[in-house]
């Protein structure tokens, strides 16, 4: 038949106890109770310094699995009935994300067995007992007599047996004492409980579902089953709890600092903070150079007019232009576009271009001085 024997595990703890209780001794009475109680104050942090990596873990696959919530849903609504098909779905992208769900629960198994070990350690404890788990006959007793506000470490809110004889029978020691010690560990026990369960609460964000479900089973159930089991516990075990849970509180505040949930104020905070900030003086010129100024807009559905012959630069913009257009020579006749009819066919007045009065206004390109009348459109030339 297997032997499940954990006497391995529990030397260890014992063995941890003891390095603390040498440390402490060495300015403290050995066999007071704050020595001790200090020796089981630092088992929980040395085990809780262990496993930060792993809470660290924990929270990274948590703010993962926030991440991939809505992509889950889509999934749960593409394969509708077919849960197989969702879960390999699923599995290939918790995979392909790299989130693992069992590291959700990486901090809290190995302390299982810590809680389970202290406790068994403690509850063989008794005054004049031998030595157990590498602890000598002496450091056993003065372990099992110290006291922690006149209540024995080893002692617990209800008692029986020759346990309970050995401890009522050491000076100073009563029921009153010890259950008021206990009860008040007890209370406050459950309370960091509860503020610690809140907290993890804020810690993985809002769920819905199954999942808000548990977690309100747990921020209700876990302080009202300990107050019920808090009171077979030895001192020692509720002084364990108390200090992990106030651990655990100084602990997730600090992860909710540095690695808030996403989207809460503390996330968006955070984005802005890391974003770069960009100095003002950086994006004006440098001295000696002409600043560039963006050219102003057309308004919406214009467009530059164009007159005939010309063209329109890369940039859009149309060239300037004369007044009166582009000509194919100076133009012939008065201002005033009358042509004069004169004896010897010549204008009345100055033309537009300049002329003399009286010159010539016989066609470009003629040799001639025909003295026969202007066409009457000479002067009333098109424009192009």
């Given amino acids: 038949m297997f032997d499940f024997n954990l006497n391995w595990l529990y030397t260890g703890i014992a063995w941890v106890m003891k390095q603390w209780h040498t440390l402490f001794s060495s300015f403290l009475d050995p066999a ?15 085990i809780r310094v262990l496993l930060f990596r792993l809470f660290v873990k924990q929270v990274k696959s948590q703010r993962a699995m926030q991440e991939i919530q809505p992509e ?21 992208l918790q995979k392909e994300r790299g989130v693992n769900p069992l590291a959700g629960c990486l901090p809290i198994l190995p302390q299982i067995p810590v809680f389970l070990s202290l406790f068994h350690v403690l509850r063989r404890l008794a005054p004049g007992k031998d030595g157990l788990y590498s ?10 007599s110290a006291q922690l506000f006149g209540a024995p470490i080893s002692s617990s809110f209800n008692m029986d047996g020759p346990k309970e004889d050995a401890i009522l029978a050491l000076a100073g020691v009563s029921y009153t004492n010890i259950r008021i010690v ?64 106030l651990w655990t509180l100084g602990q997730q505040f600090y992860i909710l600092k540095k ?14 903070a ?17 600043p560039v100024r963006p050219k102003p807009g057309r308004p919406a559905g214009t467009s530059p007019t164009v007159a005939p012959g010309s063209t329109v630069g890369p940039d859009g913009a ?67």
């Fill in 259 to 272: 690695l808030p949930p996403p989207g809460s104020p503390g996330a968006l905070a955070k984005a802005a």
């Fill in 135 to 144: 602890w000598d006959d002496t450091l056993t007793d003065q372990a099992a």
């Fill in 318 to 384: 149309v060239p300037p232009t004369d007044a009166a257009g582009p000509t194919d020579g100076p133009a012939d006749g008065p201002a005033d576009g009358t042509v004069g009819t004169g004896s010897s066919g010549s204008t009345a007045s100055g033309g537009a271009n300049g002329r003399p009065s009286g010159a010539s206004n016989r066609p470009r390109g003629s040799s001639g001085g025909g003295s026969g009348p202007a066409p009457a459109n000479r002067g009333k030339r098109k424009r192009r």
């Fill in 274 to 290: 890391d974003r770069p900030a960009i100095d003002p003086k950086s994006l004006a010129p440098k001295p000696g150079v002409k």
């Fill in 32 to 46: 007071s109770g704050i020595t001790w109680a200090l020796s089981i104050v630092f088992l929980v942090v040395t």
């Fill in 182 to 245: 206990a009860f008040v560990l007890i209370v406050v026990m459950c309370a960091t409980t509860y503020y610690t369960q809140r907290q993890i609460m804020k810690r993985s964000g809002p769920v819905e579902g199954q999942a808000a479900m548990v977690q309100k089973l747990l921020l209700y159930g876990m302080p009202l089953s300990l107050f019920v089991t808090g009171f077979f516990f030895p001192i020692g075990v509720l002084l364990y709890w108390f200090t992990n849970n």
């Fill in 72 to 92: 889950i849903q889509k999934l749960r609504k593409q394969y509708g009935s077919d849960k197989q098909g969702f879960s390999q779905a699923m599995m290939a």
